[in-house]
């Protein structure tokens, strides 16, 4: 399915995911992916310059939708409101074919350029991104 080199970044994010989190007592809504299983929580955490100082995650589900998660939270930091939901808006057109991928100038999520290529686990990798985007909308 990938490439090897990116194989092995979305174990390493699945198997040592960055700023992940008990979430179970926030008061974050649990979004679920029911073709999958997955399931995922966030919390955004905001510095006084209204930019995102981080963005922490829990939940379970497949190596695709933990590793975007990971790396979705690396990709936010430092980001403000308006730039973070671009950001997410665009990963999700980029997934589903509609923008161009950008994902060789987004660090780690070049790994998750592979998914495209198989539609059944788009909604994988865009899972927390949607989670989050609703939380930057509503909040
Ligand atoms: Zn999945």
Redesign the pocket.
């Given at each position: 399915m990938f490439d090897d080199l990116y194989q092995e970044l979305i174990l390493d994010h699945y198997k040592n995911p960055r700023n992940k989190q008990d979430l179970s007592r926030s008061e974050s809504p649990l979004v679920e992916?029911p073709t999958?299983?997955?399931a995922v929580r966030v919390k955004i955490h905001w510095n006084s310059e209204q930019r995102i100082d981080s963005v922490q995650f829990d939940g379970w589900?497949?190596a695709?939708?933990t590793a975007s998660a990971s790396m979705m939270t690396q990709i936010l930091e430092g980001r403000n409101r308006e730039e973070a939901i671009a950001i997410c808006r665009s990963f999700s057109a980029q997934m589903r074919g509609e923008e161009d991928s950008r994902l060789e100038n987004w660090g780690d999520l070049i790994a998750l350029e592979g998914v495209m290529k198989f539609p059944a686990?788009i909604k994988?990798a865009t899972l927390s991104w949607h989670a989050v985007e609703k939380l930057l909308i509503e909040n």
């Open positions: 992916n999958c299983g997955d589900g497949c695709i939708s686990r994988c």
